[in-house]
T-cell receptor, first 110, second 114 residues
Framework: EDQVTQSPEALRLQEGESSSLNCSYTVSGLRGLFWYRQDPGKGPEFLFTLYSAGEEKEKERLKATLTKKESFLHITAPKPEDSATYLCAVQGSDDYKLSFGAGTTVTVRA | DGGITQSPKYLFRKEGQNVTLSCEQNLNHDAMYWYRQDPGQGLRLIYYSQIVNDFQKGDIAEGYSVSREKKESFPLTVTSAQKNPTAFYLC?????????????FGPGTRLTVL
């Protein structure tokens, strides 16, 4: 069974204080690893798909990286508007299913 | 504007009632999904459909039912058999028929049992 563990559960940052979120996974035959952003009371918003170890993708202050066992979401010089819960999910050999982690809630103070 | 809509945004159910949550997409996606989200837990798959008139159970299908009569629509019924239905329900869709298939989510419906 595919498993995803995200750490830390919560992260409080000062504006401009860079940090990283971790997503550890076990999956048989990784087809893709996905990062989403979720604001309170809203649906997840797609950020990135990573397909293979060594791959990196960037969007504004966010950068996602992938190894064979984990993925990191780096937040560089965060702003208060980056406050959200960040969700990680993997797609394995069952091509329909995403297995989600519980998320990391990031709070950025001005 | 292409996207996924869910209605209602908030829904209150009395004990013993069945309720139906609506999900519509105009992205021309073949695949649609229903997830449940509880505090402190990851999203859990309830049902999914890869094509019209076909659907499969996910990890937590007991107490739920779905239909897929149209490509655009995938309603979820929460029956009285679901013992703890209070949760945030999310509908998603994807192109389908691809090796790696990104899912896009709707805004969600919050269901509360009174």
């Amino acid at each position: 069974e595919d498993q995803v563990t995200q750490s830390p559960e919560a992260l409080r940052l000062q504006e401009g204080e860079s940090s990283s979120l971790n997503c550890s996974y076990t999956v048989s035959g990784l087809r893709g690893l996905f990062w989403y952003r979720q604001d309170p009371g809203k649906g997840p918003e797609f950020l990135f798909t990573l397909y293979s170890a060594g791959e990196e993708k960037e969007k504004e202050r966010l950068k996602a990286t992938l190894t064979k066992k984990e993925s990191f979401l780096h937040i560089t010089a965060p702003k208060p508007e980056d406050s959200a819960t960040y969700l990680c999910a993997v797609q394995g050999s069952d091509d329909y299913k995403l297995s989600f982690g519980a998320g990391t809630t990031v709070t950025v103070r001005a | 504007d292409g996207g996924i809509t869910q209605s209602p945004k908030y829904l209150f159910r009395k004990e013993g009632q069945n309720v139906t949550l609506s999900c519509e997409q105009n992205l021309n996606h073949d695949a649609m999904y229903w997830y449940r989200q509880d505090p402190g837990q990851g999203l859990r798959l309830i049902y999914y459909s890869q094509i019209v008139n076909d659907f499969q159970k996910g990890d937590i299908a007991e107490g739920y039912s779905v239909s897929r009569e149209k490509k655009e629509s995938f309603p979820l019924t929460v029956t009285s058999a679901q013992k703890n239905p209070t949760a945030f329900y999310l509908c998603a869709s994807s192109i389908g028929r691809r090796n790696t298939d990104t899912q896009y989510f709707g805004p969600g419906t919050r269901l509360t049992v009174l």
